[in-house]
């Protein structure tokens, strides 16, 4: 069974930073890309970043591009976001998620296979 367990959510104030984990169980992990979305109150989930299988690359949403930094230790099966320069409009539920290895990154939640219960960031002004 494969489980996907966020954790490092929280509540800071605008311009603090965050680190999210994500710890994956029950699949092989170096196969798998990554990715982290999130969903505010009253909108659709919305991609943030992704990333390869081996880590070799990276795509974002251009509302963190700059702050935010996805990353992954495939020894630890864990996928990371490093969240700098937070700002209240990044307060959401995160959401990590994976689909197996594909040369793309995709930013649509429909091709991620399996997800994570979420964490919960607010971010105060």
């Known amino acids: 069974q494969v489980q996907l367990v966020e954790s490092g959510g929280g509540t800071v104030q605008a311009g603090d930073s965050l680190r999210l984990s994500c710890a994956a169980a029950?699949?092989?992990?170096?196969?798998?890309?990554m990715g982290w979305f999130r969903q505010a109150p009253g909108k659709e989930r919305a991609f943030v970043a992704g990333?390869?299988?081996?880590?070799?690359?990276?795509n974002y949403a251009d509302s963190v591009k700059g702050r935010f930094t996805i990353s992954r230790n495939n020894a630890e099966n864990t996928v990371y976001l490093q969240m700098n320069s937070l700002k209240v409009e990044d307060t959401a539920v995160y959401y990590c998620?994976?689909?197996?290895?594909?040369?793309?990154?995709?930013?649509?939640?429909?091709?991620?296979?399996?997800w994570g219960q979420g964490t919960q960031v607010t971010v105060s002004s």
């Open positions: 998620a994976g689909y197996y290895y594909d040369p793309t990154i995709y930013n649509t939640a429909r091709e991620y296979h399996y």
């Open positions: 029950g699949l092989t992990f170096n196969n798998y890309n």
């Open positions: 990333i390869t299988w081996n880590g070799g690359r990276t």
